[in-house]
Antibody, heavy 124, light 106 residues
Framework: QVQLVESGGGVVQPGKSLRLSCSAS????????MHWVRQAPGEGLEWVAV????????YYAESVKGRFTVSRDNSRNLLYLQMSSLRTEDTAVYYC?????????????????WGQGTLVTVSS | SHDLTQPPSVSVSPGQTATITCSGD??????AFWYQQRPGQSPVVVIY???KRPSGIPERFSGSNSGNTATLTISGTQAMDEADYYC?????????FGGGTKLTVL
């Protein structure tokens, strides 16, 4: 079965960096676009970034553009989110999520699998 | 701010029909998706492409999309349906979520 497991969260000071990982199993990881979605405490869902199945294309939310970098290692079935210049407003649970169709980023597609999330707290 | 607007909360009595709306500019021209998130859990899709139910989602969940408003309807609401619900659409290559609606089953 499809499994997504995030790790790397923790407490970090403003202005510092942190790298999150998402380990994927149960499907052919290299076939799928992968996303990061976050949720601040008590707040709603916010899409963060997406990377194409081969890593050649990436897109970011305006709120993180220039500070966050999404990447992947298809040989190890790993998705990453490198976060730098962190701000207190980046405090959130970060989820990795897969869309339902392989090889495409399509407006008729949906998030069919989510990890359990990893909490990032940005605080001095 | 959110490009998709949902009511913050909706209350319903057990067995009654709950309706949650999601408004956005030209939403009629996009597909709407709905996710359920129970406390402490990850989101789960309950409606995709406006009206379709994934396997395993009860028939009491249904969706529609007309004009600038998508609607999630839960018929015969049960206590287990109490959760946060989020609508979502795509804007170019980015996903946009509504602010979420807390459904309370009184």
């Amino acid at each position: 079965q499809v499994q997504l497991v995030e790790s790397g969260g923790g407490v970090v000071q403003p202005g510092k960096s942190l790298r999150l990982s998402c380990s994927a199993s149960g499907f052919i990881f290299s076939y799928y676009y992968m996303h990061w979605v976050r949720q601040a405490p008590g707040e709603g869902l916010e899409w963060v970034a997406v990377i194409s199945y081969d890593g050649s294309d990436t897109y970011y939310a305006e709120s993180v553009k220039g500070r966050f970098t999404v990447s992947r290692d298809n040989s190890r079935n790993l998705l990453y989110l490198q976060m730098s210049s962190l701000r207190t407003e980046d405090t959130a649970v970060y989820y990795c999520a897969r869309v339902s169709r392989s090889h495409y980023l399509s407006s008729d597609d949906y998030f069919d699998h989510w990890g359990q999330g990893t909490l990032v707290t940005v605080s001095s | 701010s959110h490009d998709l607007t949902q009511p913050p909360s909706v209350s319903v009595s057990p067995g009654q029909t709950a309706t949650i709306t999601c408004s956005g500019d030209k939403l009629w021209d996009k597909y709407a998706f709905w996710y359920q998130q129970r406390p402490g859990q990850s989101p789960v899709v309950v409606i995709y492409q406006d009206t379709k139910r994934p396997s395993g989602i009860p028939e009491r969940f249904s969706g529609s999309n007309s004009g600038n408003t998508a609607t999630l309807t839960i018929s015969g609401t049960q206590a287990m349906d109490e959760a946060d619900y989020y609508c979502q659409a795509w804007d170019s290559n980015t996903a946009v979520f509504g602010g979420g609606t807390k459904l309370t089953v009184l």
